[in-house]
């Protein structure tokens, strides 16, 4: 169904965030032969942050009838990784971003925009395009409203999938922090006149008080992201390019190689948040038609974001949307059990996580003794 259905009630579930997690569970539910009001407002215009997508969610996108996506023109294959972490040496260490091998640099917005396009046209899903504010159990399950102030009729299971905010969830759970680390996003033009042909491969360099990523982008845009922490990052980063210009002149490959190929800040970066956080747990309840008859699970980021070193934030979006979207389906049928496991798989998924980060900021000592790699020590 498309928008402007009316919306009469007999939803099965109601998806709530217009990101790839919303996306994916509603491709789902729709599979599954649900009847799915999904909320969102919509899709913001502009370059959004991120766009390495692990080759795991090849797999994925391919169980929800989407791998096709992949072949727009504006996504390209990711070639390599080259890191300076650990030592001032540029090397080809993929197991730092990519543990297995690369995958596919996107356009994110036309990705994001081409997954809601499949979701918003599938069988059974109608997009409603507005924010929700408010969700409340009661018997008859969770009665929902709008920002406007419209009330929806009631629907017995909720997937949040809003992002960091966990519009839903976070009431319902408890939020953990491993870190507060935030990212000043760029996206950079080559100067015309440059015959420089810029490296397809993905730069990744750590610094005395963060790390920088960069990645040429299919339109011939450098991706630029500069990782630190809020408090280590100097004053007015986020509203003069030239504090940003700073940090990159001391960098010994990342500065050097814009400079060369004659990329230019075209204006001042964003600052988005990108530290590790989670909610425990992610799913509820555990009886199927137990408190109140209102079923919930937490998705995307707003069950687990992390630290964008790995590049899996995109594929975990898309996993655990299908595995909500599946849980969801089998607890409406009386089974709770596949929600309590997809819970216990994101809780498992968090501490591998937390294993793999510590290890490999452990990677890099020679800046043992500054604030940025001590939070992340051990
Ligand atoms: C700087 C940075 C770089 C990154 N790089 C990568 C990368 O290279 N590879 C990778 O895989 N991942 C990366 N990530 C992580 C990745 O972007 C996220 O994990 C992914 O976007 C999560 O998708 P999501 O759908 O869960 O959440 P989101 O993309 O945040 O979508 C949430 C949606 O919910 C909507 N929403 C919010 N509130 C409400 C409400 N009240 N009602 C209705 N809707 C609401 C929002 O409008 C939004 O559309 C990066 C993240 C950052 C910050």
Not at 29 to 34: F, I, K, T, V
Not at 283 to 298: D, L, S
């Amino acid at each position: 169904m498309s928008d402007g259905a009316s919306r009469d009630g007999g939803r099965d579930a109601a998806v709530v965030g217009g990101g790839i997690a919303g996306a994916a569970a509603c491709l789902r539910l729709a599979a599954l032969g649900r009847r799915v009001l999904w909320i969102a407002p919509p899709l913001e215009e502009g370059d959004r942050p991120g766009e390495q997508l692990a080759p795991a969610a090849r797999a994925l996108l391919a169980r929800l009838g989407a791998a096709g996506l992949l072949e727009a023109p504006g996504h390209r294959p990711a070639n390599r990784q080259l890191s300076a972490w650990g030592s001032a040496q540029l090397a080809e260490r993929d197991a730092i971003v990519h543990l297995e091998g690369p995958g596919t640099v996107l356009d994110r917005p036309a990705f994001e925009r081409d997954l809601a396009a499949l979701a918003r046209a599938a069988e059974g899903v109608e997009r409603v395009e507005a924010a929700l504010a408010g969700a409340e159990r009661g018997p008859e399950g969770w009665r929902l409203s709008l920002a406007g102030g419209e009330a929806l009729p009631p629907v017995p299971f909720v997937i949040d999938a809003s992002g960091r905010a966990a519009v839903v969830a976070a009431p319902l759970s408890q939020r953990f922090r491993a870190d507060r680390l935030a990212a000043l996003v760029a996206f950079l033009p080559q100067d015309p006149e440059s015959e420089v042909a810029p490296t397809r491969a993905t730069l990744i360099e750590a610094v005395a008080d963060g790390w920088w990523y960069a990645s040429l982008l299919a339109d011939g845009r450098l991706a630029l992201n500069y990782y630190s922490d809020p408090d280590l990052l100097p004053r007015e980063a986020s509203r003069d390019p030239a504090v940003l210009q700073g940090l990159l002149a001391g960098t010994a490959s990342v500065g050097r190689w814009i400079d060369e190929a004659g990329f230019h800040l075209a204006g001042p970066p964003r600052l988005a948040s990108a530290g590790t956080t989670w909610l425990a747990p992610v799913a509820g309840p555990e009886a199927a038609g137990g408190r109140e008859g209102a079923g919930w699970a937490a998705v995307g980021d707003a069950a687990a974001a992390f630290d964008p070193l790995s590049s899996h934030g995109m594929t975990t979006a898309l996993w655990s949307g299908i595995q909500a979207a599946e849980a969801a389906d089998a607890w409406l049928a009386g089974d709770a059990e596949p929600l309590a496991r997809y819970a216990a798989a994101v809780a498992e998924g968090v501490v591998d996580f937390l294993k793999a980060r510590s290890r490999i900021y452990g990677m890099e000592r020679r800046f043992a003794g500054r604030t940025f790699w001590q939070r992340r020590a051990g």
